[in-house]
């Protein structure tokens, strides 16, 4: 936190205007708006009503306005990035649609294009792809972009851990058809919660203002023709989210010295760094995570709750490390568990680019481990961190 989003909050508190309009977020919307590059950003509670609404209205255009009750992807497919969060395929689901999901590839972690043409093979009635920008890397956009134009397919871009990375020079939340980004506590730029959809359309714009708005009429009563919700952001929260958003590229450089002492710092380990497309694209750094090299890995079994290793000199996992940190009160995690891997999803469509190729999402989740990665965290904090690893291949 910084001191502007008090300043912003106190007014928002001392004007009156606490609910979900105010100059707060008039102000956020446009600048989002304008760092991003993209001509119309609509505030919402969070990403994941952002995505929701994207996904619901990318639906519509495809398929035409659903029966209420019905959603706008019922008893279709969707191509979903696999190796993500839960909440960037929910919507999916929410919208009465099938997840069907495509494998990862090794160079920035996001969906391989390869994959998703297989996909487009197996299943050529597919009209709209979901993909994400792991760890605020972007994905191989102009693969997966060529490939939708070829199907007709539609692009709902999760940009949610990606503001501020770029890819041949433009920012992440431009590539989509309808792209979104999250404020949510844990991201470059937070207001404790908040979302934004992003679009290139005004009445795309306008749609998802109604919407999140109970879909009320422009009747001098209270008149719904559409399915709403009470999905808008708070002047509040957008207060905090104006407060913080002139520390961007602060915060982004922040992350960036964070990933590059963990890189230097492990370098004579066997392990890699979550790798990015340098030659065209800039990451926002967000989370710096790492990948054991397959020789270094000890014995490791997870189950859906628990897990087992065996230590071995010279070699490490991915739970030893966690549980190591964890000792010294610091929070890792283990990368993204993809999609189809979860119980809920396990029984979805799932594509790799070889029938006989290796499944990469589950291997990078093996033996890839999310490191500590607080902007605030000092160079003294992160050398003990580097330490610790250290001690764990010894």
Request: with cysteine.
């Amino acid at each position: 936190m910084h001191k502007e989003e008090r300043e912003w909050v106190d007014e928002a508190i001392r004007t009156n205007w606490v609910s979900t309009v105010g100059a707060n977020i008039n102000e956020v919307e446009k600048q989002v708006a304008e760092y991003v590059g993209c001509n119309y950003s609509v505030g919402l509670s969070c990403g994941t009503t952002a995505l929701h609404l994207a996904v619901r209205l990318a639906g519509e255009k495809i398929y035409g306005v659903p029966k209420v009750g019905h959603g706008s992807l019922e008893g279709r497919r969707v191509f979903a990035a696999d190796m993500t969060f839960f909440a960037t395929v929910n919507p999916i689901t929410y919208e009465g649609g099938e997840p069907v999901f495509i494998d990862t590839e090794r160079e920035t972690w996001n969906m391989d294009p390869a994959a998703l043409e297989k996909a487009f093979e197996l299943y050529p009635d597919v009209k709209l792809i979901v993909i994400a920008h792991l760890y605020g890397t972007p994905s191989k956009i102009d693969e997966i972009r060529s490939i939708a134009d070829a199907h007709g397919a539609l692009i709902v871009e999760d940009a949610a851990e990606s503001l501020g990375a770029s890819y041949k020079g433009k920012q992440t939340g431009t590539f989509g058809d309808f792209s979104i980004i999250s404020f949510n506590g844990n991201k470059i730029i937070t207001g404790s919660a908040g979302g934004m959809f992003l679009c290139s359309d005004k009445s795309d714009a306008d749609k998802i203002r109604k919407w999140s708005t109970q879909s009320r009429e422009a009747a001098p009563w209270y008149q719904h023709e559409e399915l709403g919700y009470n999905y808008r952001m708070s002047n509040i929260i957008a207060g905090v989210i104006r407060g913080q958003l002139p520390h961007l590229e602060e915060h982004i450089a922040q992350k960036k010295a964070v990933f590059e002492r963990y890189r230097d710092g492990l370098a004579d380990l066997p392990i890699k760094m979550n790798p990015f497309d340098a030659e065209n694209s800039v990451p926002n750094y967000w989370l710096s995570c790492m990948i054991i090299d397959e020789d270094a890995m000890t014995p490791q079994v997870r189950g859906d709750m628990d897990f087992m290793y065996r230590s071995e000199h010279g070699k490490s996992c991915p739970q030893e490390i966690l549980e190591a940190l964890s000792a010294f009160n610091a929070e890792g995690r283990p990368v993204w568990k993809p999609m189809h891997m979860q119980p809920i999803y396990e029984n979805h469509g799932f594509v790799k680019a070889s029938d006989d190729g290796i499944d990469v999402g589950a291997d990078i989740f093996r033996r890839g481990v999310c490191l500590p990665s607080d902007n605030k965290m000092t160079a003294e904090e992160q050398n003990v961190l580097i330490e610790i690893i250290h001690r764990c291949f010894k």
